[in-house]
């Protein structure tokens, strides 16, 4: 698989545990390059590795930070294979890949299995990605390191038409537990409750 912009490739495969139970198109994918950051930073493919930790597929399959335990409509079956550069995460679920939108925990099925997926990565990266906020931020002077992520105030399901946005890149980890509590609440509250619970607007 030949990705453009390369911004970080992933350390030797060392989790071979988790490498075994992925499907064999993203298993050899793996196998030949452990994950990586592509497209400026707008594509996350996480790796079979113990290090780093924000990189590895084990972080968020499993244990306090695992994505089926932050964001309700993800199950525990699922594989959380990779992420967009505001935490939008992509989401294998048999042999469909799936994409939650983190900010709303709403689950989209892309009608596509994986190899499909990585085709349509490669061809047509930008219908996959919206990477205009990352351009704006870019511009700006700002950078995304490795194990970063993007953070919009106010949150895009809250923004309204030309409202002014803030844009700073936090950690990954910051950043997937501040969608968790922020999909929760999208989830609970009705919409017109949501500009008071957070503060927003």
Known sequence: MKVRFLSFEGPEVDDFRS??????????????VNGFIAFNGAFHLRGACTEPRWHALETVNSGGLAI???????R?????FAQDFLGDQFILRGAR??????????????EMDIEAF??????????????????????????LEP???LQ???????????????????SARDRLMRLSELGRQMTLVPDAGLFELLGEG
């Open 118 to 143: 990585f085709v349509a990565l490669q061809e047509e990266p930008f219908e996959i990605l919206d990477i205009e906020p990352l351009d704006v931020f870019q511009e700006a002077g700002g950078r």
């Open 97 to 110: 890949v799936y994409r939650l939108h983190a900010e709303t925990a709403q689950m989209e099925n892309l």
């Open 68 to 74: 089926h335990k932050l964001f309700g409509p993800v």
């Open 76 to 80: 525990d079956s699922d594989v959380a």
């Open 152 to 170: 919009a105030e106010p949150p895009f399901c809250l923004r309204e038409p030309d409202q002014g946005m803030k844009l700073t890149a936090v």
């Open 147 to 149: 194990g970063q992520l």
């Open 19 to 32: 490498l075994r139970r992925l499907p064999g198109p993203l298993r050899d994918t793996l196998r030949a």
